[in-house]
């Protein structure tokens, strides 16, 4: 009894505390969550096939919109798939600005404003995500699943003065942001934005699970396609550099890659799971 009344003062406070967010604010957030939730689930529903050799293939963001443009009334689903992302990525600015998931006092130290950076970089991410699905349907995208846009910016970057330090560097941060989503999966550190109080205990179990599987899967990604661009600043040759698709393609390589490569593939999948999870029952108040 003790542990519900202290559960419910938790909420009463929680809710003393925020500011509802606009409604139109919230629904785009949740169709984003959605649509990012559709695009991992595909990607890691490919590379599984790939890995079973059933059939699919290792791709990326790009390559997964072009999957889903496929699809009947593929025209539409782009459509909404690229409004959800312009959603998604509005989201993340407000997370930047306004600073939803974190105490006051946390506000303006070094490790917020590095939160907060990120949270713009996530928005420029599926910002260009999703003129990219716009592209899809104005006909004028490539059928390229992204490696090669890897190797083209890499490319691009490698040609301005000191352009081969800011490839190792961003390869550097890109390694760091993945081992850190490993260490925050496996700590379920996102369980401090979702309203596990509205779940069932089912619910909860589950969440925690797709949480922790999907981040460790994505942060593997993430150092994998960091590591290849650090080894591309390294040889002096953008050709090194790896997409999702190719990231994929190098854990299959591995000893046992094919069993490997399906572990990621369901953690990808797990992550789109989560992200569905988020749609209901993340949190998208903005606190005082």
């Given at each position: 009894?003790?542990?519900?009344?202290d559960?419910?003062?938790?909420?009463?406070?929680?809710?003393?505390?925020?500011?509802?967010?606009?409604?139109?604010?919230?629904r785009?957030a949740e169709l984003?969550?959605?649509?990012?939730?559709?695009?991992?689930?595909?990607?890691?529903f490919?590379?599984?096939?790939?890995?079973l050799?059933?059939?699919?293939?290792?791709?990326?963001?790009?390559g997964?919109?072009?999957?889903?443009?496929?699809?009947?009334?593929?025209?539409?689903l782009?459509?909404?798939?690229?409004?959800?992302?312009?959603?998604?990525?509005?989201w993340?600015?407000?997370?930047?600005?306004?600073?939803?998931d974190?105490?006051?006092?946390?506000?303006?130290?070094?490790?917020?404003?590095v939160?907060?950076?990120?949270?713009?970089?996530?928005?420029?991410?599926?910002?260009?995500?999703?003129?990219?699905?716009?592209?899809?349907?104005?006909?004028?995208?490539?059928?390229?699943s992204?490696?090669?846009g890897?190797?083209?910016?890499?490319a691009?970057?490698?040609?301005?003065?000191?352009?081969?330090w800011l490839?190792?560097?961003?390869?550097?941060?890109?390694?760091?942001a993945?081992?850190?989503?490993v260490?925050?999966?496996?700590?379920?550190?996102?369980?401090?934005?979702l309203?596990?109080?509205q779940?069932?205990?089912?619910?909860?179990?589950?969440?925690?699970r797709?949480?922790?599987?999907?981040?460790?899967?994505?942060?593997i990604?993430?150092?994998?396609?960091?590591?290849?661009?650090?080894?591309?600043?390294i040889?002096f040759?953008?050709?090194?550099?790896?997409?999702?698709?190719e990231?994929?393609?190098?854990?299959?390589?591995?000893?046992?890659?094919?069993?490997l490569?399906?572990?990621v593939?369901?953690?990808?999948m797990?992550y789109a799971?989560?992200?569905?999870?988020?749609?209901?029952?993340?949190n998208?108040?903005?606190?005082?």
């Amino acid at each position: 009894m003790q542990a519900r009344l202290d559960m419910s003062d938790i909420i009463a406070r929680t809710e003393q505390n925020v500011v509802r967010t606009k409604p139109w604010i919230k629904r785009l957030a949740e169709l984003g969550y959605i649509v990012k939730g559709v695009v991992y689930f595909l990607i890691g529903f490919l590379a599984l096939q790939a890995a079973l050799g059933v059939g699919g293939k290792t791709t990326g963001t790009q390559g997964a919109l072009q999957t889903l443009y496929r699809q009947p009334y593929g025209q539409a689903l782009m459509l909404l798939t690229a409004i959800g992302l312009f959603g998604y990525a509005l989201w993340r600015l407000i997370q930047a600005w306004l600073d939803p998931d974190h105490k006051g006092e946390e506000s303006n130290s070094p490790k917020d404003i590095v939160r907060r950076i990120g949270y713009v970089v996530s928005a420029l991410i599926y910002g260009l995500l999703a003129w990219q699905a716009v592209q899809i349907v104005l006909g004028s995208s490539s059928s390229s699943s992204g490696q090669d846009g890897t190797k083209h910016w890499t490319a691009q970057l490698m040609a301005e003065p000191f352009g081969r330090w800011l490839v190792a560097i961003v390869g550097l941060i890109i390694i760091g942001a993945g081992l850190y989503q490993v260490y925050y999966g496996v700590a379920a550190k996102f369980r401090a934005r979702l309203k596990l109080y509205q779940m069932s205990s089912t619910e909860r179990v589950w969440a925690i699970r797709s949480g922790r599987l999907g981040y460790s899967a994505r942060g593997i990604i993430y150092v994998i396609t960091g590591g290849f661009l650090v080894w591309a600043a390294i040889q002096f040759n953008p050709d090194t550099a790896v997409g999702t698709g190719e990231a994929l393609d190098k854990v299959a390589q591995q000893p046992f890659g094919d069993w490997l490569m399906a572990y990621v593939a369901l953690g990808l999948m797990a992550y789109a799971v989560f992200a569905f999870v988020e749609a209901r029952y993340r949190n998208i108040e903005i606190e005082k």
